[in-house]
């Protein structure tokens, strides 16, 4: 099999790219490949459950940066409201993303399988799939999005029916509507899982532990107009201070939400050790003010905790053993010496995705990183890539990526905001790398 362009990784990021592409000329034939098949909804919107929303307004989710009313006018031509402030359900945007897609007919070949290796072939790559065949391209761009949460140690050998391998469980796998569950993480994979469960009328008490207790915060009602916060400054701390002194004026929301398009340039100005400072000390305080709840969901959890249904526990896990048909976990609290111990009838783990590339078991990240091809990103948090989005190695004339492999580098890039401007500007950048290039 030969192609232009392969795009691996057919979720949002590989799909938005495709979309990008179908349009430029130059490219030759592209080929999205995807390990399950889940072409343009991906992890984050394939799920069908009705409570799981967007986190992020409409009218800042279309599929192209130059036209923000895409998404709406989409709508509205199938009768559904259009308002430009509304959270809509997951599913919905993954039609929307489907749709358009599939609206590219012949122009972008879609084939189900794994990538686990590619390698330098001519002026092109060759990649290998799972199943040994192989498929050749003149470029290829990396898609991989979200990789499943890290499990804890001696996970694996607890019963599944006791802890559950990832956070996404099947229909069978369900626990009895009176069990009571723990969610090892409390950001917005956790608040998921309590949704899906409270849909299906659970009435178990649900925990959830993390390092700090801390639940991601709500987006207000309407959206907050942008704020004047004066000259930006260089700096770790200087940063900080801007951050606390504008949000005992205003709401700390609004003054995330007028940062945000400066972020990716904010992380990229800090010195490497202010950059680990912030990961170290900041980022849980970060995300929980960045990645927010559609007002819905927030509402709903917090009337899950009023209720005592929903309890936070902040400490970290010691030990997850069986005992009696149950789990038996022991906890850290927070800022404690002595342990505490908790029995559950299911764990689930709700870290959200994992971002050290050392740390991942997928075999393409590994032979990539074991063979030079590419190497980590800035504290480990993807691929290190220039400024294009090339993957700096010897292919990088030939391999470019987007989206969450170049966390280390922008720090802001898993989202749709951020996805669609990179997808669009790829499809220029390798268009002009192959015009240079015998076909
Ligand atoms: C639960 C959840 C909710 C979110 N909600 C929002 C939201 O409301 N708004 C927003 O802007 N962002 C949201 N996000 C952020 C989200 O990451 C992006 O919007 C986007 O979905 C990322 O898409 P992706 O294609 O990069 O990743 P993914 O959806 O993870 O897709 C990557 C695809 O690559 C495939 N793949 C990986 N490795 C290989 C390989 N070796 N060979 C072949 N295929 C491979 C995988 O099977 C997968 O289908 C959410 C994220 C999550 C997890």
């Known amino acids: 099999m030969t192609t232009g362009v392969a795009i691996i990784g057919g979720g949002a990021s590989g799909s938005l790219t495709a979309l990008a592409m179908a349009g430029v000329p130059g490219l030759g034939p592209l080929t999205l490949v995807d390990t399950g098949g889940a ?50 359900l997951r599913r919905q945007y993954g039609a929307y993303l489907g749709e358009l897609l599939h609206a590219t007919g012949d122009r972008v070949r879609r084939i189900v399988a794994r990538v686990d290796a590619l390698a330098p072939e001519g002026p092109g790559l060759r990649l290998t799939l799972a199943g040994g065949e192989a498929l050749e391209a003149r470029a290829a761009v990396l898609a991989l999005g979200n990789f499943a949460p890290e499990l804890p140690p001696g996970w694996s050998e607890l019963p599944r029916r006791l802890a559950w391998r990832s956070p996404w469980g099947t229909a069978g796998d369900w626990p009895a509507p009176d069990a009571e569950v723990l969610l090892l993480g409390a950001g917005l994979t956790a608040v998921d899982v309590v949704l899906s469960l409270d849909a299906r009328g659970h009435r178990g008490r649900l925990h959830l532990l993390s390092r700090r207790g801390l639940l991601p915060a709500t987006h207000p009602p309407r959206m907050l107009p942008p704020l004047q916060l004066g000259a930006r400054p260089r700096g770790l701390r200087a940063l900080v201070r801007l951050f606390r002194e504008a949000s005992a004026r205003e709401d700390p929301r609004a003054v995330l939400d007028t940062l945000r398009p400066e972020l990716a340039a904010m992380w990229r100005g800090l010195s490497p050790v202010e950059q680990r400072r912030f990961l170290r000390h900041l980022r849980t305080w970060f995300d929980t003010i960045r990645h927010r709840l559609a007002p819905a969901v927030g509402a709903r959890i917090a009337a899950l905790e009023a209720e005592g249904r929903l309890v936070r526990h902040a400490g970290q896990l010691v030990s997850a053993t069986e005992q009696g048909g149950r789990l038996a976990l022991r906890i850290r609290p927070r800022g404690s010496r002595a342990l505490a111990v908790l029995t559950v009838d299911l764990a689930i ?61 922008l720090w802001e890039t898993t989202a749709i905001p951020e996805i669609r401007v990179q997808a669009r500007a790829l499809a220029g950048t390798i268009a002009a790398a192959l015009g240079t290039r015998p076909a």
Do not use: I
């Open 39 to 88: 072409f343009a909804r991906g992890v984050a919107y394939s799920t069908e459950d009705p409570v799981h929303l967007l986190n992020v307004p409409a009218d800042r989710m279309s599929a192209f940066a130059d036209q923000p009313s895409h998404l709406l006018a989409w709508l509205a031509a199938r009768g559904e409201s259009a308002d430009p402030e509304a959270f809509l």
């Open 349 to 409: 783990p709700t870290t959200g995705p994992v971002m050290d590339v050392r740390a991942l078991e997928d075999p393409l990240v590994r032979s990539l990183l074991a063979s030079g091809q590419a190497r980590p990103g800035p504290h480990g948090l993807g691929f290190a890539t220039s400024d294009q989005g090339a993957v700096l190695g010897p292919l990088h004339d030939r391999l470019w990526t987007l989206g969450g492999l170049r966390r280390g580098d």
